[in-house]
């Protein structure tokens, strides 16, 4: 008999929604969960179905980033929809908690969505250019998966 925390540390495999695609590899999950912890520490992120909605509408531009673990799914079904009208390039990620651990909240996250400026004041230099940095590679490899999808 096994303690609770062996069968803890064993991460059991997420039931991803049918609609999960493009889904973010190993490699882009890992540095979109950076930039989102990053984005968070810049307070440069919208958390939540509510917020990123409304920042959308709004017009503000970023990248999406939803939750391929999501039940029941018509909680982000429209997301996806909205960030094409708006031409805001969204990318699944497998686990809804590691995206609320990135965010850095212990809520699991539905989805977020990360902006170069942040919504409030300005950002020092350094903290912006590394922002920026991960912002353009992760969006350049979201682009290219996107691409190979459609």
């Not at 429209?78 to 965010?103: F, M, Q, R, W």
């Not at 991960?134 to 490899?141: A, G, I, K, L, P």
């Amino acid at each position: 008999m096994g303690s609770d925390t062996e069968s803890e540390k064993k991460k059991t495999p997420v039931a991803l929604a049918p609609i999960a695609k493009p889904l973010a590899g190993k490699k882009l999950c890992k540095r979109t969960l950076k930039l989102v912890r990053r984005a968070s520490e810049a307070k440069c992120l919208k958390r939540g179905v509510k917020e990123v909605v409304k920042s959308i509408r709004r017009g503000q531009k970023g990248l999406c980033i939803i939750a391929g673990n999501i039940s029941p799914i018509d909680v982000i079904t429209h997301v996806p929809i909205l960030c094409e009208e708006s031409n805001i390039p969204y990318v699944y990620v497998p686990s809804k908690e590691d995206l609320a651990t990135a965010g850095t909240t212990k809520r699991p996250t539905c989805c977020v969505l990360v902006m170069t400026k942040p919504t409030k004041g300005e950002l020092e230099e350094d903290v912006k250019e590394k922002l920026k940095t991960d912002y353009d590679q992760v969006m350049s490899e979201v682009v290219e998966v996107t691409s190979l999808m459609f």
